[in-house]
């Protein structure tokens, strides 16, 4: 049903998925840029259309799908289901008539401030991302790590200085924003981070009170701009501040460090290894393949009695 040519394609429609240069058709899971390219025609839902063009160029044909609502196309029946990942995010669900194959794209379950939370149908065959594929990824409660954030923020205010949170411009941006505004502390955000807040407005996600960093802090504002390793992280005139790095990485002792931050939270856009065990179980799939991991998930997926893969060759996750 599928084949793999340095990326994944769907052969009777000769439909690539997420693969990562251009394509006559593409499916695009979500706007992250290690799941896009040019394509001639990409298949996407609608935020992930205007945050494609934002990123890509407004030029680019898109077909859009509705999520849960089957599109027929060159011999299959796709069906674009919410991923929980960050604006459009999307599973592919195809179905040939003889077998289904499930594609999860990133993504991660329970709840988000400002994406639809993921729904996962059966499928025969289940293609899996695998980010935090090894045990020692078990993310602490959602509402601990929220709770931690509003905390060190809060912190921060109250001591005069100006608390930084270091996000990656599309997805964790947006729902620390929301996390932030909907607890009263009103945001300010680098440019980069700003231009694809207001795409999610537009798309009807309301973040509350943000605006753009205009080059001054503003009391009892908190500040969203880039992880460190981007190049143009850095803002003006910010004062005395206190660095807070959002990633689920953080569940590595080391990663405050590496990312040479005040303080390193595990808020994640990824499903931890008990989600992707519960994701298995859910969908029910005859065979699993697992891509953007570790190896060794496949492993633990056949010690648990699943009939699993790696998807070679699978390519592992850079850290931020
Ligand atoms: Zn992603």
């Known amino acids: 049903m599928f084949h793999y040519d340095a990326g994944l394609f769907l052969t009777a429609a000769q439909l690539g998925v997420d693969v990562r240069r251009r394509q006559p058709r593409c499916f695009v899971s979500h706007a992250h840029a290690d799941h896009i390219a040019r394509h001639q025609l990409a298949l996407a839902t609608h935020g992930t259309a205007c945050l494609y063009r934002h990123r890509l160029g407004p030029q680019h044909r ?3 799908m509705s999520y849960r609502k089957p599109l027929e196309f060159a011999g299959l029946r796709l069906t674009a289901f919410p991923a929980g990942h960050c604006l ?4 592919l669900l195809a179905d040939d008539g003889q077998q289904s194959l499930l594609y999860t794209g990133d993504f991660k ?3 988000s401030a400002t994406s639809e939370p993921a729904e996962l149908p059966h499928a025969d065959i289940l293609v899996m991302e695998s980010t935090f594929g090894r045990p020692h990824y078990r993310l602490p409660r959602r509402e601990t790590v929220v709770a931690q954030l509003l905390e060190l923020v809060q912190a921060a205010l109250a001591e ?3 608390p930084i949170i270091n996000a990656y411009p599309l997805g964790k941006s947006q729902e620390v924003t929301k996390l932030l505004t909907q607890s009263s502390v009103p945001v300010l955000q680098h440019q980069a981070v700003f231009e694809i807040s207001r795409i999610y407005q537009d798309c009807g996600v309301d973040l509350g009170d943000f605006a753009l ?3 001054q802090p503003l009391a009892g504002h908190a500040v969203v701009t880039l992880p460190r390793s981007a190049r143009r992280f850095r803002l003006p005139s910010l004062g ?3 660095s807070i790095a959002v990633t689920g990485w953080a569940m590595d002792e080391s990663t405050k460090y590496r990312l040479g931050v005040d303080h390193a939270l595990p808020l994640s856009d990824h499903a931890d290894y008990d989600q992707l065990i519960e994701t298995v179980r859910r969908v029910e799939p005859r065979e699993i393949f697992c891509t953007h991991g570790p190896a060794e998930f496949a492993d633990h997926l056949r010690d648990l009695g699943f009939n699993a893969h790696p ?6 996750r850079r850290l931020f």
Not at 88 to 91: E, F, N, Q, V, Y
Not at 311 to 316: D, T
């Open 311 to 316: 998807l070679h060759p699978a390519p592992q």
């Open 240 to 242: 005395r501040t206190v």
């Open 88 to 91: 459009g995010s999307a599973m």
């Open 213 to 215: 960093y205009d080059g």
């Open 62 to 64: 898109v077909l859009e």
């Open 160 to 162: 005069g200085k100006t």
């Open 109 to 111: 379950l329970g709840p």
